[in-house]
């Protein structure tokens, strides 16, 4: 049974402890206030009643949590309609999934600069709003404190959406095609086989989705490194990039690791909720 790949388990729990340690030992500097060289000094919750009281960090805990969330609602929201409508296409199937998946393998700074081109004050967005006579409207998207976050919003969307689109139309290809088919004689809508067929069915696939798009989403960072870089004016600083700010541009890795424990926690929490939720919905339907 083991002969196989007995010879791979030492290096497994190896890679294992190895991270185990490496997170102990970044929760631990999280109290104190070592500058990244030679020894430091214990502050206890010093770090984070700092945060709590900066409203550069609140807003960072802000800006995370909004991202995490608008881009799994929509992200989900938009993949699931997606998939449904590709699920009914027989012939344009295939040729609609390599195209809306085609933005999930893409690397997240391609796709940054891609769209920083798109939101730049003389790129595609501000020509269309032009063309159609909305020169009022035309801006610096990527500059403007009050849309720069909306626009890295969009581009997390854009390309998460293939991602959710691809896990839904796996769930939907275990829906028991006659169950479906005998709700419908029964009198029920498209709305009501949806509700209580379709989605019961697909509520692993719904799991696995918001999950990993609530992960992805919490410790976003190439897109906004490249975009914006935090800016501007901090309007779209989040805890990944707080982090990376404290800890490798100022120094402070004490600070920058309360924030990484801060934005684990929330992680954990969240992944448990959500698993706790659709679970209770699955054994409920």
Known sequence: MFGSWWWALPGVVLVV???????????VFAFTNWS????FEWTGLDNFTRIMREQASLRAVGNTLLLA?????????TGLLLALGANRVVKTRHVLRLLFFMPVVL???????????????????????????????ARAWLGDPATALWAIL??????????????YM??????????????????????????????PSIMPAVAISTTLGLVNGLRVFDQILALTGGGPAGATETLATAVYRQA???????????????LTLIILALAITQQYLTGARHEED
């Open 17 to 27: 402890a190895v991270h185990y340690v490496a997170t102990a030992a970044g929760g």
């Open 36 to 39: 990244g060289i030679g020894g």
């Open 69 to 77: 969330f608008g881009s799994v609602v929509l992200s989900n929201v």
């Open 107 to 137: 690397s997240p700074l391609a796709v940054a600069f891609i769209w920083k081109f798109v939101f730049d004050y003389a790129g595609p967005v501000n020509a269309v709003l032009s063309s159609v006579g909305l020169d009022a409207w």
């Open 154 to 167: 969009i581009v997390l969307v854009w390309q998460n959406t293939g991602f959710a689109m691809v896990i």
């Open 170 to 199: 796996a769930g939907l290809a275990a829906v028991p095609g006659e169950i479906e088919e005998a709700a419908a004689l029964d009198g029920a809508g498209l709305r009501q086989r949806f509700w209580h067929v379709v989605l």
């Open 248 to 262: 490798f541009s100022l120094g402070d890795f004490g600070y920058g690791a309360a924030l990484a424990l801060i």
